[in-house]
T-cell receptor
Framework: QKEVEQDPGPLSVPEGAIVSLNCTYS??????FMWYRQYSRKGPELLMY????GNKEDGRFTAQVDKSSKYISLFIRDSQPSDSATYLC???????????FGTGTKLQVIP | ETGVTQTPRHLVMGMTNKKSLKCEQH?????MYWYKQSAKKPLELMFV???????ENNSVPSRFSPECPNSSHLFLHLHTLQPEDSALYLC???????????????FGPGTRLLVL
């Protein structure tokens, strides 16, 4: 079983749609949950960071963690063409442990 | 601009060539990283440096040789590569190594490498 599962997409949605991006994981030690956004020809940039379970909201973005199901989600409301990018989920068990990344989901928001 | 620059942005090399990738961070960070990103695969951590000292070598073949002369510069020396080494090579930096506790990594734009 892979440590992290993420659908690579591509996912195409019309502008204004609500987007749901998801990852599942198997390592119970993960406590820190991250979403990175990677535009074409750029490196990843940290978008959202959550510790333990629950929701975190930042503007149009909401990160959700369900540790009991080992499932995390990123919701994008009122999606814009500028949101077109690859979204990578990432995990860590804390401290000086390395970050484990998903494969990334490519999102295209069509005007 | 993330403050992490990489050169060259694109590189084509034959299997017998020797080339080097360069990374520079302007953020005053102490830790620097090399990652490999291949299509449909997760980011693979290759090397970690903290205060110029290598702290992790993630079972990377010896045809990849890192060098960190100071906390701002990181190199990846390449020789006798294989076609399967073609990928995007990303450099990153962070203030310290506590990535698992919210410390943020800042990535450069990457070098797109093609090995023929």
């Amino acid at each position: 079983q892979k440590e992290v599962e993420q659908d690579p997409g591509p996912l195409s949605v019309p502008e204004g749609a609500i987007v749901s991006l998801n990852c599942t994981y198997s390592n119970s030690a993960f406590q820190y949950f991250m979403w990175y956004r990677q535009y074409s020809r750029k490196g990843p940039e940290l978008l959202m960071y959550t510790y333990s379970s629950g929701n975190k909201e930042d503007g149009r973005f909401t990160a959700q963690v369900d540790k009991s199901s080992k499932y995390i989600s990123l919701f994008i409301r009122d999606s814009q063409p500028s949101d077109s990018a690859t979204y990578l989920c990432a995990f860590s068990s804390g401290g000086y442990q390395k970050v484990t990344f998903g494969t990334g989901t490519k999102l295209q928001v069509i005007p | 601009e993330t403050g992490v620059t990489q050169t060259p942005r694109h590189l084509v090399m034959g299997m017998t060539n020797k080339k080097s990738l360069k990374c520079e961070q302007h953020l005053g960070h102490n830790a620097m990283y090399w990652y490999k990103q291949s299509a449909k695969k997760p980011l693979e951590l290759m090397f970690v440096y903290n205060f110029k000292e290598q702290t992790e070598n993630n079972s990377v073949p010896s045809r990849f040789s890192p060098e960190c002369p100071n906390s701002s510069h990181l190199f990846l020396h390449l020789h006798t590569l294989q076609p399967e080494d073609s990928a995007l090579y990303l450099c990153a930096s962070s203030q310290d190594l506590a990535l698992g506790s919210g410390e943020t990594q800042y990535f450069g734009p990457g070098t797109r490498l093609l090995v023929l």
